[in-house]
């Protein structure tokens, strides 16, 4: 790592409209995956997550370690999405220096 900038986020903040709470509401009933907020959680994360990506590269980084989400609920029906993480610059490794971790 060559240089540590700081802090990045992301922010969205989202809600389903009403269609789909009454879907949702009605697959309550039944138990299981409630595949409308599902739905509604990927794609928050990803506009956090793409939101994160634009401020580390306004800051000059190429890299952003230790990304992290968490959210809140706003007002009954809005939830705040926030991805974070540590802005860094890297340099790359030749493969020769390369370590890899195996993940199982």
């Given amino acids: 790592m ?3 900038l700081g802090i990045v986020y992301g ?3 989202r809600s389903r409209g009403l269609g789909g709470n009454i879907v949702a509401g009605l ?3 039944a138990g299981g995956e409630i595949r409308e907020y599902t739905q509604l959680a990927q794609v928050a994360r990803q506009e956090a997550l793409d939101r994160l990506s634009e ?3 306004s800051m000059g980084a190429n890299a952003v370690l ?4 968490d959210s809140t609920e706003m007002a009954q029906s809005m939830e705040e999405i926030i991805a974070f993480g ?3 610059v890297v340099s790359p490794v030749s493969s020769d220096q390369q370590q890899l971790v195996k993940l199982s």
């Fill in 27 to 29: 697959r309550t009933i």
């Fill in 86 to 88: 540590t802005a860094v």
């Fill in 66 to 69: 230790s990304v992290m989400f």
């Fill in 55 to 57: 401020h580390a590269k």
């Fill in 2 to 4: 060559d240089k540590v």
């Fill in 11 to 13: 922010i969205t903040v």
